[in-house]
Structures are given as C-alpha cells and as structure tokens.
C-alpha cells in the first residue's frame, strides 16, 4: 500500500504554504495545481515564484508535525543564501477548502445547493485567453474537479441531490 501525500505549494512573493492533495496522473491533467498557481502572480501576468513538495500526510494533519515542518521550510530557506525571511514567513493555508466553506457559508448552509457541480463551481486551468485565440472552445474534461468536493458537507449534499433525482419505486 502507497503512503497517502498531501502536496504544499511554497509561494515566495506571497509568503504561504498552500495545501492540495496529491496527484499521481499526468502534470497536464493536474487541473487544481494550475488553479491554485494562476492565483499567484504579479498584475502584468508573470507567475511568482514558488516550490512544490509533497509530505507524507500522516504528519501533515497533525499539528505539532505541521509546525516543525514550516519551521524546517523556513530554517531552510534562511541558510540558502537569504537574509532571512522572518519567523512568519509562511503561513499555512487550505485554499480549496476555504473557498469551499465561504461558498457553504453563502448559501446559508443549505444542503439544496444551487451551485452544486455547476460551472461556476468548476475548478478550471487559467487558459481562457489562450484557448480563445487558438480558436479552441471552452475548456472541459472528463476529469473536471469541482470547488464542490472539498466542502464541508459534500458526501450530505451529493445523498441530498441522489435522493431528489433518484427514480422512485
């Protein structure tokens, strides 16, 4: 059995760790990373710069691991040549699942979500501009992933849509 992985994005310009959870396929279909860096550059469009790692996610989800871990980060980015960067450095965030409970809260915690699985719910690469003059149509995958998986209340809200659309006996 393969240890479970949770992978940390390291953003130099704004200073946080990131979480997201891991991604064994191909870095092209790997659409929640291209999500989260596009929320990381500078207003002329260049990217920050930043460091993908993964940890072993047993030691991520406990706190006292987590703390040492960011400690490390930090310990080691001030011997590599920095002048030091500060105690509080980097702050640790759940992105997804933070954007997800801000969605959950604005529906008034509501299990009939009108968003659920919607396309503004979609987490899509940022390549619009791109894809719109290569002449290409809007992007979609058979492996979308939805702002909607990372909610709080995602396994009572997917029964909840089941039941309504199940056909009844």
Known sequence: MTEEN????????????EELPDHEGSP???????????RHEFPDGVRHRGQLMKVP??????????????KKINDS??????????TDFYNTKATF???AMACFKRHHRNL????WKS????????????????GLPKYRS???????????????????????TAPKD
């Open 6 to 17: 949770i992978r940390v994005l390291l953003c130099h310009n704004c200073h946080t760790i």
């Open 28 to 38: 092209r279909e790997d659409f929640l990373l291209e999500n989260l860096v596009n």
């Open 57 to 70: 996610k047993r030691y991520w989800e406990k706190a006292h691991y987590k703390d040492e871990i960011v």
């Open 77 to 86: 980015l001030a011997k590599g040549g920095s002048d030091g960067l500060g």
């Open 97 to 99: 699942q933070d954007d």
């Open 112 to 115: 009939d979500c009108s968003d």
């Open 119 to 134: 396309s503004k719910a979609r987490l899509t690469p940022g390549t619009a501009k791109e894809r719109k003059a290569a």
């Open 142 to 164: 058979p492996k979308d992933r939805y702002l909607c998986d990372f909610c709080p209340v995602a396994n009572a809200v997917r029964q909840h849509h089941f039941d309504k």
